[in-house]
């Protein structure tokens, strides 16, 4: 089975570009999280959901950000404008919702710098 | 709420020393919890989990039990090797789905 994929995996814009990274969960899986990673915040929860229902964005830093699930098996996760201190790893995550004993699957990131 | 704690790095060991990286947690009801670890240029990656108190944990030569009673999951490895270097989160699934993780520890094997 495939594992959470993730694109592009490197991507290098210029600030005020829009960005939009893609995430296709694991088949099966219904809840998707969105995670940013930088040296200075570590590992931050943007946003998950449930069903493809947005179920905490509290996380997402500003209104730059969205987040849509279209379906069961994509989301996308939009930057617009960007901005330098965007650049970051972000990561998509895929899980069982209601195994509770069940980890999450984490993608292997895409690499975002803003210039 | 729900919260986990993890020692703070980085941790430097040599090669065959024994390791230990504490976790703690606040959780309501009986989470589950779980390892990662993340190894450069890549996702986090499950290392071991437990889901219930007592259990304990193992792969790869490490373990961590799932304490109650002092609320630890602490991981543990009795002689590392250079390939452990990595970066290692504890986290916590509680009720609703919800993960918390911790903040990262990084490890070094020294040859």
């Known amino acids: 089975d495939a594992g959470v994929i993730q694109s592009p995996r490197h991507e290098v814009t210029e600030m005020g570009q829009e960005v939009t990274l893609r995430c296709k969960p694991i088949s099966g899986h219904n809840s998707l999280f969105w995670y940013r990673q930088t040296m200075m915040r570590g590992l931050e929860l943007l946003i998950y959901?449930?069903?493809?229902?947005?179920?905490?964005d509290s996380g997402m830093p500003e209104d730059r950000f969205s987040a849509k699930m279209p379906n069961a098996s994509f989301s996308t996760l939009k930057i617009q404008p960007s901005e330098p201190r965007d650049s970051a790893v972000y990561f998509c995550?895929?899980?069982?919702?209601?195994?509770?004993?069940?980890?999450?699957?984490f993608g292997p990131g895409t690499r975002l710098t803003v210039t | 709420g729900n919260s986990v704690t993890q020692m703070e790095g980085p941790v430097t060991l040599s090669e065959e020393a024994f390791l230990t990286i504490n976790c703690t947690y606040t959780a309501t009801g009986y989470p589950s919890l779980f390892w990662y670890v993340q190894y450069p240029g890549e996702g986090l990656q499950l290392l071991l989990k437990?889901?219930?108190?007592?259990d304990k944990g193992s792969n790869k030569g490490f373990e961590a039990t799932y304490r109650k009673e002092t609320t630890s999951f602490h991981l543990e490895k009795g002689s590392v090797q250079v390939s452990d270097s990595a970066v290692y989160f504890c986290a916590l699934r509680g009720f609703g789905n919800q993960f918390y993780f911790g903040t990262g520890t990084s490890l070094t094997v020294i040859p």
């Open positions: 437990a889901t219930k108190a007592d």
């Open positions: 995550a895929s899980s069982p919702r209601d195994i509770y004993s069940h980890e999450q699957y």
């Open positions: 959901f449930n069903n493809n229902v947005p179920i905490d």
